[in-house]
């Protein structure tokens, strides 16, 4: 089970990124499937989740309005989709998949809900 996350680069406050999220291994759309990142000098933080086919998301609250995740129609693929972009979301940005359970509802939010995690793309958004 391996996960590629890919769109990383750099871009101006203000402007726009799509991160994508490449499975391989297995069909991921009974998954839960989750962007995080991890701020220079800090924890890593969860940023956005889906569950299945997209019908159901969450999102921190630094980034909601902003950015959007989503999966693609004919593909395993995995989006984020970074609007208005801040240069506190300069961070590396990572992708990952865990179960969806009934716990991933209270617990999408954390790290432990999350099983298979892909390396992560580095966004630097410049003031």
């Known amino acids: 089970v391996q996960l590629q996350a890919s769109g990383g680069g750099l871009v101006q406050a203000g402007g726009t990124l799509r991160l994508s999220c490449v499975p391989s291994?297995?069909?991921?759309?009974?998954?839960?499937m989750g962007w995080f990142r991890q701020l220079p000098g800090k924890e890593r933080e969860f940023v956005a989740a889906?569950?299945?086919?997209?019908?159901?998301?969450r999102y921190a609250d630094s980034v909601k309005g902003r950015f959007i995740i989503s999966r693609g129609n004919a593909e395993n693929r995995v989006y984020l989709q970074m609007n208005s972009l801040k240069p506190e979301d300069t961070a590396v940005y990572y992708c990952?998949?865990?179960?969806?359970?009934?716990?991933?509802?209270?617990?999408?939010?954390?790290?432990?809900?999350?099983?298979?995690w892909g390396k992560g793309t580095l966004v630097t958004v410049s003031s």
């Open positions: 291994g297995r069909t991921y759309s009974s998954y839960i």
């Open positions: 990952a998949a865990g179960p969806n359970t009934a716990d991933s509802y209270s617990y999408y939010n954390s790290e432990a809900a999350y099983d298979y």
């Open positions: 889906l569950w299945g086919n997209g019908a159901r998301t």
